[in-house]
């Protein structure tokens, strides 16, 4: 028996309540419906102190036959991936459920043959093709912990990932199709891999046809691999809390860090919300244009949808290729019933103009979906007006990596909407509003820091290798409480809106990235002295990036520098944390102790430098009218 849906919102109350009363019994009856290798003892232990927190605990299970042996009687011959290429006019493909097992099995034998063992972590760096899918279910499947890291991402970044987690097995592709450009992505992960001795084995598929070095011993294509593994693998017995698989992700301070999601509780919530927040019905075609490089691929292309037997659709390409009308030629081509994107791709295909949607009749959408950041009222409309004909409930979706899976979001066509608000939290997960001393603010028309006062079970366990900075970064800033970095409304009806990251991180095209990171990677240009980076309001990528750049020497061809650190930043981290404005300043506003001022720098960039307020307690005030002087954006 699946999980059972919530069908009305009377029903949608009773069950709040009732995960408020007794979230054991709750939580113990969505997990009953799960293939169990043993049951657990006890649903829940946790301190949010520690943090330790255990779910389903001494449960044995692996998530894959939960995903693919459990469906295969019922519905061994349903579809269970549709792969969309990049080109349009290359072939798709449908894989079964029955094909999807056994790919599974072989790869794991893949693994297995190349020294893979339970507990070790494998990296994925590879292009949306249904070889990826096989690979992060063939991980789990042997109980190695898959580290996937997004295709876009430098070598450096790559690198750090690898090195931070000793990988010994890192799976990637001779190059991916990204519209009408081509990535050589093993060239790039060789030079990530001469950093990174603990790589004994390198298995590459091939895609584009690129020519590649293979190193001796090292290098074997994945063909070749393939070719010579067994059907069949019995999956490996894992406990709940065994680590499922890492994702790194953005904070406010130093390196990206890698959150660690478990097996069981994992399972449980991302079939539960997938389930829930979709509405998802058997002949549902449901797709989620994120890439699986991201929280949202992992739990929404991959494990929510094929835990609850579902379709899933998988696009290599991007939305604007060949032209703006891509998305809605796909929905169309396949009868999409379910789609889920994010709001700058919503922003860019509605400034490309209404005549790419016009000729599609996406009569076949039932529910619409958002998630990454704030979705604009604007943005909000046309999406409900020229996609979804005014027919589709728009589910905002909020969550995080550290979530595992949605945590506030309407339920499609249950929940009463209010465009830009998140509206509710799903059953199971308890919202708690903080001020800046960490004391509950009770009732509603209220704003606050947005926390979770109980544990749910896809939450992170841990960062990995640093179980310190994990309890810093969510567990300490206020005593007893998750906090989650962003800032958030309680409307008079109870309803919550998301308005924004109240720490250093910044939500780029959807894209979670660290001001400290981007300032660390402008550093590492020879002619920078120092930097400091804001977001401001950007009409397509919801926050662009705006650096404030101090030079050893004053260029004369500003211009080829900013070229310059360009390039440094793709090489350091990946295009998507290129600055969009690079103002050379020659001093930073700073403190009597040396803080710089982000207020400042944000105002400006804003373009509302006469609203600076108070600038008294700069060690230098006269630096303040050449940055407003220099301003790349005017008010
Ligand atoms: C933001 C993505 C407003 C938020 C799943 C959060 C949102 C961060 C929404 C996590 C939403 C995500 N409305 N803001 N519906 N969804 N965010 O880890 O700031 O890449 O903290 O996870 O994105 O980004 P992440």
Redesign the pocket.
């Known amino acids: 028996m699946a999980i059972q849906k919530i069908n009305s919102l009377e029903e949608y109350h009773e069950q709040y309540a009732k995960s408020v009363q007794d979230p054991e019994s709750f939580w113990a009856e969505k997990a009953e419906s799960f293939k169990w290798k043993q049951k657990w003892d006890n649903v829940l232990e946790w301190d949010f102190e520690g943090p330790n927190i255990g779910w389903f605990l001494n449960g044995k299970l692996n998530i894959t036959e939960n995903c693919l042996d459990r469906h295969l009687e019922t519905q061994g011959d349903k579809t269970a991936i549709i792969w969309e290429p990049n080109d349009p006019n290359e072939k798709e493909k449908r894989i079964t459920y029955k094909e999807l097992h056994e790919e599974v099995c072989r790869f794991s034998n893949v693994l297995k043959n190349n020294g893979a063992k339970k507990g070790d972590r494998i990296c994925i760096y590879m292009p949306m093709v249904p070889e990826l899918a096989y690979a992060v279910l063939a991980c789990a499947r042997i109980g190695a912990i898959h580290s996937v890291v997004f295709a876009g991402f430098s070598a450096t970044s790559l690198a750090d990932r690898i090195i931070d987690c000793t990988c010994n097995i890192l799976l990637t592709a001779d190059g991916v199709f990204r519209g009408s450009k081509q990535v050589p992505l093993k060239a790039i992960a060789d030079e990530a891999l001469e950093k990174c001795p603990t790589i004994e084995k390198n298995i590459v598929l091939k895609r584009t046809g690129f020519e590649v070095t293979m190193k001796e011993g090292r290098d074997v294509w994945w063909h070749d691999e393939v070719a010579k593994a067994d059907l069949s693998f019995d999956a490996e017995t894992m406990d709940a809390e065994d680590m499922l698989f890492i994702l790194y992700?953005s904070g406010s301070t130093g390196k990206p860090k890698g959150v660690v999601h478990s097996c069981g509780g994992y399972m449980v919530y991302a079939e539960y919300s997938f389930r829930n927040v979709f509405q998802y019905k058997d002949d549902d075609i449901y797709w989620c244009t994120a890439d699986i490089g991201?929280?949202?691929g992992h739990s929404y292309i991959i494990y929510g949808p094929l835990l609850a037997g579902a379709t899933t659709l998988m696009f290599e390409g991007i939305p604007t290729y060949p032209d703006a009308g891509r998305f809605w030629d796909v929905c169309d081509k396949y009868k999409v019933t379910l789609f889920y994107t994010a709001?700058t791709a919503i922003r860019a295909l509605q400034s490309f103009g209404d005549e790419h949607v016009a000729p599609y009749s996406l009569d076949s959408l039932r529910v619409l979906g958002?998630?990454?950041?704030?979705?604009n009222e604007e943005a909000w409309h046309w999406y409900n007006d020229k996609i979804g004909k005014g027919n589709c409930p728009i589910v905002?979706?909020?969550?995080?990596?550290?979530?595992g899976g949605?945590l506030?979001?309407p339920l499609a066509g249950i929940t009463k909407l209010k465009p830009s608000f998140?509206t509710l939290p799903l059953p199971g997960v308890q919202p708690l509003l903080v001020d800046n001393e960490g004391n509950p603010i009770e009732g509603n028309g209220v704003e606050g820091n947005l926390c979770m006062k109980f544990p749910w079970p896809s939450m992170l366990r841990t960062t990995y290798g640093d179980h310190e900075r994990c309890k810093q970064t969510y567990f300490s800033t206020y005593k007893g409480l998750y906090f989650?970095?962003?800032g958030c409304k309680r409307d008079e009806d109870g309803y919550y809106r998301?308005t924004?990251?109240v720490d250093d991180?910044i939500?780029v095209s959807?894209?979670?990235l660290g001001t400290a990171e981007i300032e660390s990677a402008i550093n590492e240009h020879e002619n920078v002295v120092e930097s400091a980076v804001v977001g401001y309001p950007h009409d397509i990528k919801g926050t662009g990036i705006y650096a404030y750049v101090i030079s050893y020497n004053k260029t004369e061809d500003e211009e080829a520098e900013r070229k310059q650190i360009l390039d440094t930043v793709t090489k350091i981290i990946g295009p998507i944390a290129k600055p969009d404005q690079i103002q050379f300043v020659s001093g930073l506003p700073k403190t009597r102790s040396g803080k710089i001022m982000r207020r400042i720098l944000r105002k400006v960039a804003e373009g509302e430098a006469d609203k600076l307020g108070d600038t008294s307690t700069l060690l230098d005030p006269s630096v303040v009218d050449e940055i407003k002087n220099g301003a790349l954006v005017n008010a």
């Open positions: 992700t991201w929280i949202t709001p958002s998630v990454g950041e704030p979705i905002d979706t909020w969550w995080q990596t550290e979530t949605i506030i979001s998140a989650t970095g962003d998301i924004g990251r991180v939500n959807g894209h979670r």
